[in-house]
């Protein structure tokens, strides 16, 4: 993901998920990508930003904490989630949180964002 997520006015939540990767690819790329999209489909669903390097960070952004839950639950991610535990992360940890404020700026549109 190169794009910066286009987030609703707060508040909304944000699941923050670090990890340091095992060695190789293993499937990791192609399913990640796969979870990426069915997590769009999702109700809920706000958006998503990505950065890997010795760290890696992705953050969604969810509308509510219901929609949060409904998505740890969906069937096609819990079995990522086990291939993770099992082939791609050496360790992770997810964070949930609540989005009350956000602003930024755009070089494009030359104003504060929100």
């Not at 190789?24 to 796969?34: F, L, R, T, V, W």
């Not at 890696?56 to 991610?77: F, M, P, R």
Request: proline residues 4%; hydrophobic residues 30%; contains cysteine.
């Amino acid at each position: 993901m190169s794009e910066i997520a286009k987030t609703p006015k707060p508040p909304y939540y944000a699941v923050i998920f670090t990890s340091h990767r095992t060695e190789g690819d293993n499937g990791y790329s192609e399913i990640a990508e796969k979870i990426v999209t069915l997590a769009a489909q999702q109700p809920g669903f706000l958006g998503v930003e990505s950065a890997r390097e010795s760290v890696g960070i992705t953050v969604s952004y969810w509308s509510d904490l219901e929609s949060i839950s409904l998505w740890k639950q969906n069937s096609e991610h819990v079995l990522a989630q086990k291939q993770g535990r099992k082939i791609w992360y050496r360790e992770f940890k997810t964070r949930i949180c609540k989005v009350e404020r956000d602003y930024g700026f755009s070089k494009t549109s030359k104003r504060l964002l929100h």
